[in-house]
């Protein structure tokens, strides 16, 4: 698979300190699920976080410390003697989650398959399915747009993330495919068409001021009104 | 001629401090071995520095500490699952620490983080020699940090040493948001520089 455009340097160092909001920590993890390049880019992001914690400040930990945890860890050779190895176990299954079109961490949220999800109609050409997630004022939601459709020029109010799943799209950023990941500040303004010969399917995370419009709304309006 | 000079250079200078031989070693042994002595002294090495950077982190000392027995527990849970291919037992450390923050004390979903994880040993390559930031880049880190400006450094450590989100940081250092992602943009990129030095 070849990936063209990956993570803003900003975002992946969000990523690797804990900081990304949850809905955009799906899109990056997934992202990161379709590509090498930037899975390989966090890891020296982690190496900084790696680095605070061997010179960082220490505090003493209390007197009965290790024989607490050494009690839980008796305990639990008692009870629960595989427990290592069923983390290690890699079952089967785990190679086709890991290679299905759904990345791995869209699959606990959406399942397996795209066709099979609940699709709603929001304009000719244009599907929309809702991902709910808790903790979160973002909103992360799955586009399905038909080939040679254009979306009306918008700009965004707030941070956007596209990570396209199937088929592609292209616009004044160049051209998205599988895995690509479109890692947008505020102010950008742009227009995708989708040029391939199947719908173009993608996960979309936007920030959703309350004092803005959602993009959605805004991206719709001249289609259907709204 | 030209292949065996080099062969001979890289046999001859083993970069690798011995500390980050000895954290692989314990590491190893509590995998292979269950090996109590062995995370005994892993405990005594990271348990403080985990509660330190929990504590510089805004914990009281009471969680500090809980987190510190969660954070041991899952190394010792899940040493098999280290590979020294993908960073230094600290780096690999940080991310359990991160983890029980994020799951702890943000309530976020912490499975995106174990997916990738999950992919990244499904996709590893057998070949053990490939070390894209192998844990022998530590000191490269450490360099890298020291050479940074004092402003950069500032953000990197608010971020990784104290979690503080970017929003925080931006009002902490009176900055625009825009001004802390460039400098963090300015780090990683210096950082990254030293690291692909090496290869």
């Known amino acids: ?30 992202h990161l699920a379709m590509c090498e390049t930037c899975r390989n880019a966090v890891r020296m992001a982690e ?54 079109e759904v990345p791995l961490p869209l699959q606990g949220l959406i399942g397996d398959s795209i066709d099979a999800l609940d699709w709603q109609w929001l304009a000719p050409g ?15 939601f799955m586009l399905k747009i038909g080939p040679g459709r254009k979306m009306p020029e918008h700009g965004h109010g707030g941070v956007e993330m ?46 959703e001021p309350t004092q803005f419009k959602g993009v959605m709304s805004r991206l719709l309006q001249p289609l259907v009104g709204i | 001629m030209l292949k065996a000079l080099s062969m001979e ?40 520095k985990v509660k330190g950077m929990m504590l510089s982190s805004g914990a009281s000392n009471d969680l500090a500490e809980d987190m510190m027995q969660e954070v041991m527990l899952t190394v010792w849970r899940k040493a098999a699952l280290y590979s020294a291919g993908r960073g230094s037992v600290a780096t690999w450390i940080f991310t359990i620490a991160r983890n029980a923050r994020i799951d702890r004390l943000r309530r ?46 500032t953000v990197i450590e608010l971020a990784f040493l104290k979690f503080m989100p970017q929003s925080e940081i931006a009002a902490k250092l009176d900055l625009p948001i825009g001004t802390v992602k460039s400098r963090t943009r300015l780090a990683y990129k210096k950082l990254k520089e030293k690291l692909e030095d090496l290869k």
């Not at chain 1, 975002?11 to 799906?26: E, N």
């Not at chain 2, 053990?128 to 450094?153: D, F």
């Open chain 2, 108 to 153: 976020q979903p912490v499975q995106p983080y174990v997916d990738v994880e999950t992919v990244s040993i499904a996709c590893e390559a057998p070949d053990a020699e490939t070390r894209v930031i192998g844990s022998q880049n530590e000191e490269r880190v450490r360099e890298a940090l020291e050479l940074l400006p004092e402003e950069q450094k």
């Open chain 1, 1 to 30: 698979m070849s990936i063209h455009h990956h993570l803003d340097d900003a975002s992946l160092m969000r990523y690797a300190s804990g900081d990304l909001d949850p809905a955009f920590c799906v899109i990056v993890a997934s």
């Open chain 1, 126 to 140: 244009v599907h929309r399915h809702r991902i709910e997630m808790a903790g979160t004022s973002s909103s992360l």
């Open chain 2, 9 to 48: 250079e890289t046999t001859e200078a083993p970069d690798e401090r011995p500390e980050q031989s000895l954290h692989e070693t314990l590491i190893a042994d509590v995998a292979s071995s269950k090996d109590r002595k062995a995370f005994e002294a892993l405990f005594l090495i990271f348990g403080p």
């Open chain 1, 162 to 207: 596209t990570l396209v799943l199937r088929g592609s799209y292209s616009d004044t950023f160049g051209r998205f495919g599988r895995g690509d990941i479109a890692d947008l500040d505020e102010h950008v303004e742009h227009q995708p068409f989708v040029d391939s010969a199947e719908a173009c399917v993608c996960v979309v995370a936007t920030e």
């Open chain 1, 47 to 100: 190496a900084l976080g790696g680095d605070c914690l061997e010179h960082g400040p220490q505090a003493d930990v209390s007197a009965d410390a290790f024989a607490r945890i050494s009690h839980l860890l008796d305990a639990e050779a008692e009870n629960r003697p595989t427990a290592t190895a069923a983390v290690m176990e890699r079952p089967k299954e785990v190679s086709t989650q890991v290679n299905a």
